[in-house]
């Protein structure tokens, strides 16, 4: 019989550590390194595995039958992509590319089931993650419908700065292209630019290789 490995200690005030559990729970998994601009998987792949993000950040976007490209989420450490395999979805619903250099651990599908049916504090875990993740979701749809581009945008980079979570928001962090924030909030790249150097004007943000964000920034979300 095989004897209980040793889990790691929890706080409940600082949230459970996925990936101290993976490694002590002795998951069967592989672990993937990609440059940035590396495509992680494409869509219309067939979907086998769950992915959990060790470093850097990932970008899922979807592309319609014309040929538009709509980025759907940016990922960090700490995050899954590819869940939709567990539900049986045969093919990969979007494209993951890396946005940073960044290193993923790889559960096949098999293994991923029988870990989240054996080890009940991962599975705890991983059903709360895709709730807030469906939460995510739903926000951002309200967000896209009745919220203006600057709204938009000033939501997009608090997110980004992790601001209202648990630990410290990160304030500084590697600057995301602002290609990529029209394409997640639904315009051009123009108008990311007009209002970047509104909000680089006003103090809510600066930017010198890295994106720095001030906490100020939330005004610009709350002013109606």
Request: hydrophobic content about 40%.
């Amino acid at each position: 019989m095989r004897s209980a490995p040793n889990r790691p200690k929890t706080n409940k005030a600082i949230g459970f550590n996925a990936q101290l559990f993976l490694d002590s729970a002795g998951v069967s998994r592989k672990v993937a390194e990609f440059q940035l601009k590396a495509t992680i998987f494409a869509q219309g792949d067939h979907a086998k595995s769950v992915m959990y993000i060790q470093k850097g950040r990932v970008k899922l976007s979807v592309v319609n039958s014309t040929g538009k490209e709509a980025v759907v989420a940016v990922l960090e450490p700490g995050d899954f992509l590819g869940e939709g395999c567990l539900r049986d979805q045969p093919i990969r619903m979007a494209t993951a590319t890396a946005i940073a250099p960044s290193t993923v651990l790889v559960i096949e599908k098999v293994e991923m089931i029988r870990v989240l049916h054996e080890e009940h504090e991962l599975s705890d875990r991983f059903i709360s993650y895709m709730l807030s993740r469906n939460i995510r979701v739903e926000e951002d749809l309200v967000d896209q419908l009745f919220n203006s581009t600057e709204k938009r945008l000033a939501r997009t980079l608090l997110l980004l700065a992790r601001y209202g979570k648990e630990n410290q928001p990160e304030k500084i962090f590697p600057k995301v292209s602002q290609e990529i924030l029209a394409e997640m909030i639904g315009t051009t790249r123009s108008r990311v630019n007009l209002f970047m150097n509104k909000f680089k004007k006003l103090g809510f943000i600066k930017y010198n290789g890295e994106l720095h964000i001030n906490s100020s920034l939330l005004n610009v979300v709350l002013h109606d």
